[in-house]
């Protein structure tokens, strides 16, 4: 298949995702009707995980998208090795981003409003086992 092709579809689909941030960010997340099926594959909890961490995905995805379609002006710009410690940072960095943003709800700044008072995986769990354990004592 044509790499051009492919660079093409993934700046169209990132160019989407951009346009839709505002919706995300400043109302209730329009997905979560749509994804409100699945919860009870997901649990509640996770539910609000997928809706806390969906704005930092897209920003994150474009920028992911945008490594690779100018991946040959940066390869000879940055060299193969460079380029390769590149997409690796944005990846690690994604990846990290991602785990704080669900695990402890943080930064706040990349957290939409509506959903930047609920509490972390870390804070669910943690309540959730203290409770058991006061029901069920030793």
């Known amino acids: 298949m044509n790499p051009q092709g492919n660079n093409l579809v993934s700046l169209i689909f990132a160019a989407a995702c951009l346009l839709m941030l505002p919706r995300i960010w400043r109302d209730e997340p329009f997905y ?6 699945m919860s009870f594959v997901l ?4 539910l609000q995980v997928l809706e806390r961490v969906m704005p930092a995905s897209i920003v994150l ?9 100018f991946e040959p002006a940066l390869k000879k710009s940055v060299g193969v090795d460079g380029y390769t410690v590149l997409a690796s940072g944005v990846l690690i960095g994604w990846t990290l981003l991602l785990l704080s943003v669900g695990l402890f709800n943080w930064p706040k700044l990349i957290v939409p409003p509506p959903l930047r008072s609920q509490p972390g995986l870390i804070t669910i769990w943690m309540a959730w086992y203290r409770r058991r354990r006061r029901s069920h004592p030793v």
């Open 32 to 37: 979560a009707g749509t994804i409100r099926a």
């Open 43 to 46: 649990g509640e909890t996770m």
């Open 61 to 69: 995805f474009t920028a992911g998208s945008l490594v690779i379609l």
